[in-house]
């Protein structure tokens, strides 16, 4: 059976909805699961590291893998290594020494973490192949490229959101142990849909070499480092500090915990997937630019510090977070779409794979400084309060980085030109 590319894309995006439930729900599970256990806030970090490191190889390596060889195979590698990751987890135990555990949980993160980029890199890379080459109306194949990018950024996080909410829930359900494995069973189901994919979906024509791995374009290589900084700053104080704050400091449970950060993500998520309605809704008919990732990235550079205040001043500390962090995830979603727009729009689909594994090896590289960053300032703040001001301020600083690169971005080519 001859699949369109509509139906291609159907199918990868389905596959990355399912691995997305069990991204989101696995990182709550170990979050609450390991600080249940005693663990510091920087040895949860710690436990996180591989995950974003070797998603920093992989996106640098999985877009040429893709571009020789099809995103197909890196899809089924992605699914595959997941699955093994959370069998890998099923025999984990309190009983384990803390060492055995950490190294034994940090191997089965890098794998994980091998994993998620994979699946991202070839579901945002498919995007490309649906979006037609030479359209009639320019204008108009750039709306259709923004829209499908936003919908596909948005209904992730959306149910990354929902992952985050099902981890705390199976957490006080099942369990740690039987959680991994309901996960594993579910994704396994979801490696079936993915058989019937032709094999040169997203290959190149000619076999790229290795000197390709380095983006030449300066549009990618000035967006990859403002994302760097952007996702630097979220993950700085959502990963590790966020969740501990709101157990150590506001007493709330792992599920609540886990509901309350799964709907900020699911809320996230729709604000991307509306970015390009809000825009015409604000008077802007256009496809967003250097611009606006200019505006959005200057806005996004005050709220942490507008948090990191409101504590400091001793006001109520549950407002501030909530408040916060809803006006954070607003700004941030818009940034984050226009990002994940852009990256396709300065980039062809002949080379796309490897375009965008090497923009999403320096969001993958900003997470990894984030994480490690989250878990040692929280715990150089002494008290909980005092960890999470300064994970704010810090992350005030990296969005205003984010802003200063973005300064250099060169106008998006036509769509005629970028391919």
């Known amino acids: 059976m001859k699949l369109s590319p509509l139906q291609q894309y159907g199918i990868v995006t389905a596959n990355y909805w399912a691995f997305t439930l069990t991204d989101g729900a696995l990182r709550m599970l170990v979050v609450f699961h390991f600080h249940q256990l005693g663990y510091s806030t920087l040895e949860i970090a710690f436990l996180f590291l591989f995950y974003e490191f070797f998603g920093v190889l992989t996106n640098l390596y999985g877009g040429w893998i893709g571009a020789r060889y099809g995103l197909r195979l890196t899809l089924w590698a992605g699914t595959l290594l997941q699955i093994l990751a959370l069998v890998m987890l099923i025999p984990v135990a309190a009983s384990w020494p803390k060492l055995l555990s950490v190294i034994y949980v940090m191997a089965a993160q890098a794998i994980s973490g091998i994993a998620k980029d994979l699946n991202k890199m070839s579901a945002k890379s498919a995007i490309k192949t649906v979006v037609p080459e030479t359209p009639d109306d320019e ?53 079936a849909l993915t058989l019937v994919l032709p094999g040169e979906i997203g290959r190149m024509k000619q076999k790229p070499g290795f000197s390709a791995l380095f983006s030449k374009s300066k549009g990618i290589n000035v967006l990859s480092l403002a994302r760097f900084f952007l996702f630097g700053a979220r993950d700085v104080w959502f990963v590790v500090a966020l969740p501990v704050f709101l157990e150590a400091s506001l007493g709330w449970s792992f599920w609540e915990i886990g509901g309350f950060l799964g709907l900020w993500v699911i809320g996230y998520g729709f604000v991307q997937g509306g970015a390009p309605s809000l825009r015409r809704l604000w008077g802007q008919s256009t496809t967003p630019g250097a611009s606006a990732v200019q505006f959005w990235s200057a806005a996004l550079s005050a709220i942490p510090a507008l948090i990191a205040i409101a504590l400091w001043r001793n006001s109520d500390p549950g407002l501030a977070i909530t ?26 689909a002949e080379s796309v794979s490897l375009n965008v594994g090497f923009y999403y090896m320096a969001n993958a590289a900003g997470r990894l400084v984030g994480t490690l960053l989250s878990g040692a300032v929280f715990m150089l703040g002494r008290t909980a309060s005092g960890g999470m001001q300064a994970c704010l301020w810090v992350s005030s600083l990296l969005v205003l980085l984010s802003w200063l690169s973005s300064l250099r971005l060169p106008p998006v080519p036509r769509l005629s030109q970028a391919n």
């Open 139 to 191: 204008q108009q194949g750039q709306k259709q490229l923004f829209k499908w990018v936003a919908i596909l950024t948005g209904s992730k996080n959306a149910l990354k959101g929902v992952g985050f909410f099902l981890g705390g829930v199976l957490l006080t359900a099942v369990g740690f142990n039987s959680a991994v494995g309901l996960m594993a069973a579910g994704l396994a189901l979801a490696f």
């Open 323 to 348: 408040a916060g962090l809803a006006a954070f995830g607003v700004v941030f979603a818009m940034n984050s779409s226009i990002h994940s727009y852009m990256v396709l729009a300065y980039t062809d």
